[in-house]
């Protein structure tokens, strides 16, 4: 059981360049998310998808767009990539239904911005 | 002032000791209350949650939710090493949109 899988797990991009982080679930999970984590900051919240056809933007959106593809995949783009974006994305999922929003974790992507 | 607000420590128990982590939340609609441990360089694991007023105990774990104060914690009893991690605070916010907002976690380390 996969669970919620990101790719890439490592990537080094160049000031300027772009990519799109990819996330599946196979939990059948309504909700999705975007998270970063930089060191002492916790996990910030980038966008977040409720439910198929919706996303919405979160804690830090600035410089980032989402596509909920379709219920299992939620993908991030970075188009212009900075510096500032040097972090840990990790993408979540959940029921999201009533009180199940139990959020589970991918491995997580390392991402540096020379 | 952010949504969620947790002492990032690093909180330092000796080995049997009661560890007590504190969370605060500013949005009064919060329905649901989750605490996360890290382990450094992996993804945040899911140890407890609770959506009542009260305690709830799960072996070593207790979580407590006091809504009126917008306050919950998690006490961890008899702690041992490996319990050594960073613990998030996790609380869904925004009413029904589900938006679950972390805290900037507590660094644990349990001293043998």
């Known amino acids: 059981n996969a669970g919620v899988t990101q790719t890439p797990k490592f990537q080094v991009l160049k000031t300027g360049q772009s990519m799109t982080l990819q996330c599946a679930q196979d939990m059948n999970h309504n909700s999705m998310y975007w998270y970063r984590q930089d060191p002492g900051m916790g996990l910030r919240l980038i966008y977040y998808s409720a439910s198929e056809g919706t996303t919405d933007k979160g804690e830090v959106p600035n410089g980032y767009n989402v596509s909920r593809l379709n219920k299992r995949e939620f993908s991030l783009r970075l188009e212009s990539a900075a510096p500032s974006q040097t972090s840990v994305y990790f993408c979540?999922?959940?029921?999201?239904?009533?009180?199940?929003?139990?959020?589970?974790f991918g491995q997580g992507t390392r991402l540096t911005v020379v | 002032q952010k949504e969620v607000e947790q002492n990032s420590g690093p909180l330092s128990v000796p080995e049997g000791a009661i560890a007590s982590l504190n969370c605060t939340y500013s949005?009064?609609?919060?329905?649901?209350f989750f605490w996360y441990r890290q382990y450094s360089g992996k993804s945040p694991e899911l140890i407890m949650f609770i959506y009542s007023n009260g305690d709830k105990e799960d072996g070593r774990f207790t979580a407590q939710l006091n809504k009126a104060s917008q306050y919950v914690s998690l006490l961890i009893r008899d702690s041992q090493p490996s319990d050594s991690a960073t613990y998030l605070c996790a609380v869904t916010v925004g009413g029904a949109t589900n938006k679950l907002i972390f805290g900037t976690g507590t660094l644990l380390a349990v001293q043998p």
């Open positions: 979540a999922s959940s029921e999201g239904v009533g009180m199940n929003t139990e959020a589970f």
């Open positions: 949005d009064r609609g919060s329905q649901s």
